[in-house]
């Protein structure tokens, strides 16, 4: 995983870091399609959880059994301070689709997260104005710690891991103006970028 500028997210990750971890919270990543949240989501997992114990789920399928399984089941990983990254990560891709009777099981649920374990929510911006909207989220978003991502700045940014990407495959036979304004085309998705690479459309 890359995580492509959000230099400000960065920041407060490595602090976190340094300050108490990754467990043991609920983390809300919230920003636009393509711009990385996922890639922060698998970050922040992966030094809590092998791959094995992190599970992905969408919000509209998050359900009262699950959270009570995960809930029950909480304390049968190890600590984050034993040998290994021994805990357990649930993913809730999509989260504006969490229904309102999930929310306020989860209210309960984040009030005991172990320290080796985290909860990682993401959304896009529109989906949460969405949640906000119809759910009263305020409670629930209060126990996360969120990471905001920014549209600010990463034209060039995306252009340059770009190019580079089309270089590595043999795509690449255009100036990096080019790739500046193929990003900007894609309003910064850098995931539909690569998907235009791949068509072949920065070849000469």
Not at 50 to 73: A, W, Y
Not at 101 to 119: I, N, S
Not at 169 to 190: F, I, S
Request: net charge neutral.
């Amino acid at each position: 995983c890359e995580l492509i500028g959000q230099e400000r997210v960065k920041r407060v990750v490595d602090h976190l870091r340094g300050h108490g971890g990754f467990g043991g919270r609920a983390w809300w990543i919230n920003g636009k399609s393509g711009q990385g949240k996922s890639t922060i989501a698998w970050l922040i997992a992966r030094e809590i959880a092998d791959d094995l114990s992190i599970m992905e789920i969408t919000g509209c399928k998050l359900s009262v059994d699950f959270l009570s399984d995960v809930q029950r089941t909480r304390y049968q990983y190890g600590s984050l301070f034993g040998k290994g990254r021994t805990g357990r990560v649930v993913i809730v891709n999509e989260a504006h689709g969490i229904s309102a009777r999930c929310m306020q099981v989860l209210l309960d649920v984040l009030e005991d997260v172990p320290e080796h374990m985290a909860w990682i929510f993401t959304t896009t911006m529109d989906g949460q104005l969405s949640l906000i909207d119809n759910i009263d989220c305020k409670p629930f978003l209060s126990r996360c710690t969120k990471l905001e991502l920014t549209s600010q700045g990463l034209a060039k940014a995306f252009a340059e891991r770009a190019q580079a990407i089309a270089a590595a495959e043999g795509l690449d036979g255009k100036p990096m103006a080019a790739y500046v304004r193929l990003v900007n085309d894609c309003n910064g998705n850098m995931r539909d970028a690569l998907s235009r690479i791949e068509a072949l459309e920065m070849l000469a």
